[in-house]
């Protein structure tokens, strides 16, 4: 199975706002600045605070948003050289390889420690951190949902 392919910005910044989700330790501060944020509007509409922890949360949740939406996202798509070329992948039984006009890699399928699908992106991670994005588009249905069944088959999902 072979794949020809080059990135769109746009969708680009949405995965990887996809990955930054994802990750356990952003999930868990969001959801403590939200709590922070709700306690501290009900204390304060309650009259038991003063307005200055009411508008902390509201900042910290702003300036959290910010980040995981925004600025994490371009700055990663701005530092790497990777989404502005045009790559070839092959799907092989017992690797994954992958080309451009500068060179090739190939990956053992055990290289891989999970995947995940977004709706314009299959995540194919090397680690926690690490990762590599194969565009759905340009890919018809049945490449696809062969490509979902050999990821299942090779690296598992989530």
């Not at 501290?40 to 300036?63: C, D, H, N, Q, T």
């Not at 948003?65 to 039984?93: C, G, Q, V």
Request: hydrophobic content about 45%.
């Amino acid at each position: 199975m072979q794949h020809s392919f080059s990135y769109e910005k746009k969708k680009v910044i949405q995965a990887l706002r996809y990955h930054f989700v994802q990750r356990p330790e952003v999930r868990v501060l969001i959801v403590m600045v939200n709590v922070f944020a709700i306690l501290s509007a009900v204390l304060f509409y309650m009259k038991k605070i003063r307005p200055e922890p009411f508008l902390l949360g509201s900042v910290i949740w702003l300036l959290l948003m910010a980040t995981f939406w925004y600025i994490l996202p371009n700055s990663i798509y701005k530092k790497s050289a990777t989404f502005r070329d045009s790559f070839i992948i092959s799907f092989l039984p017992d690797e994954i390889q992958l080309e451009n006009e500068r060179g090739a890699v190939q990956w053992p399928w055990n290289k891989f420690t999970r995947f995940f699908e977004s709706p314009h992106f299959f995540h194919l991670y090397f680690d926690s951190k690490s990762f590599f994005l194969v565009p759905k588009e340009g890919m018809g249905d049945e490449f696809r949902h062969e490509l979902r069944g050999m990821l299942n088959g090779k690296i598992g999902g989530k």
